[in-house]
């Protein structure tokens, strides 16, 4: 057997352990965020009149608020993948391919742009990003979700929305926000 025979097989043998590390690696957080929420919660039958939206482009995913790297591992917070965003009286409904997300406006604490997010960065606030909050064994937990729509124009219209959550009720993170993280 030749040398680049080995090479070959060797280079595939790492490339197979990476991936299966990763794997257990992505498995393994998504077990130690098992407490941050039972089940996210499911979009009424009546979810008000629309407000803003539909707004078309990619979920980036969600992180715990405060730590724009810490990223959520669980369905179906945990993938990127296209979507619409829809803003209603009674909250925010985000469609995503294969899932539909629901934060309630009682949830909900503000709207903003932002950089970076899940470990994506993009130039000058492209990331809409809604601070909500989810409940589960470990508590209440503020969550940071993320967006990029394909029309950033109306950004600011997103901006201006604001949820009946009172921050000073929610959890408090002595970490700082993404924006100053980076």
Request: proline share 7%; net charge negative.
């Amino acid at each position: 057997m030749t040398q680049d025979y080995w090479t070959v097989i060797i280079v595939i043998a790492v490339l197979l352990a990476l991936i299966g590390l990763m794997t257990l690696g992505w498995r393994n957080r998504s077990r130690s965020q098992a407490g941050l929420f039972d089940e996210l919660p499911t979009p009424p039958a009546d979810p008000g009149e629309i407000v803003l939206g539909p707004l078309t482009g990619v979920y980036i995913g969600s992180t715990v608020a405060g730590d724009w790297q810490a990223r959520i591992a669980r369905p179906p917070l945990g993938h990127r993948s296209a979507g619409t965003l829809t803003a209603h009286t009674g909250g925010i409904r985000l469609e995503l391919a294969d899932a539909v997300v629901w934060i309630p406006r009682a949830d909900l604490v503000d709207v903003r742009r932002a950089s970076a997010l899940a470990n994506k960065t993009v130039p000058g606030g492209g990331i809409l990003v809604a601070r909500w909050q989810v409940t589960g064994t470990d508590g209440r937990t503020l969550v940071d979700s993320g967006f990029r729509a394909d029309d950033k124009d109306t950004y600011p219209r997103w901006e201006a929305l604001r949820g009946d959550a009172d921050p000073s009720d929610t959890p408090t993170d002595s970490s700082s926000t993404t924006e100053e993280n980076q």
